[in-house]
């Protein structure tokens, strides 16, 4: 099982939550996809039970800082590739449409998160989208994060 979330935005409660969720649902993977924001929001993902593999997003301006303080946890960078259980993801915030297009129109990806747009989003196409819209809830006023089953691909999304 992998849990996804983006937008943090340093709203610890929200953080908590879905730390505390993704615990309770046997997590083996949490994708980050971006705008984390402050270096102090490190010590809630250490709470994870599972690997955490994150990207930068365009408001994470503290970049030192946050590798620094997430460097035990993960390694922070634009862009990830990885495989599990047999899946291709590509992770990136999304702040460019024509590359997250171009992502999905590659082929080479099962998966596709993102997410920038505090918008949660899913198109299940030949590749699958995610974006699991804002773990925050500032723009939206809704907390949300996807859990997603490595054996088919099928999806819930939760409201925190």
Known sequence: MIGIMSD???NIGSIRKAVRLFNTKDVDITI???DLISPFTASEFQKLDSELI???GNNDGEREGLKNAYKDICLLEDFKEISVEGWKFSIIHGTNPAIVD???KSAKYDVVVIGHTHK???LNGNTLLI???EVCGYLSSKQTVVLLDTDDLSFEVVYL
Request: hydrophobic share 40%; proline share 6%.
């Open 8 to 10: 943090s935005h340093d």
């Open 102 to 104: 171009s992502l999905i």
């Open 32 to 34: 980050h996809a971006g």
């Open 54 to 56: 994150a990207v930068y």
């Open 120 to 122: 949660l989003e899913i």
């Open 131 to 133: 974006n699991p819209g």
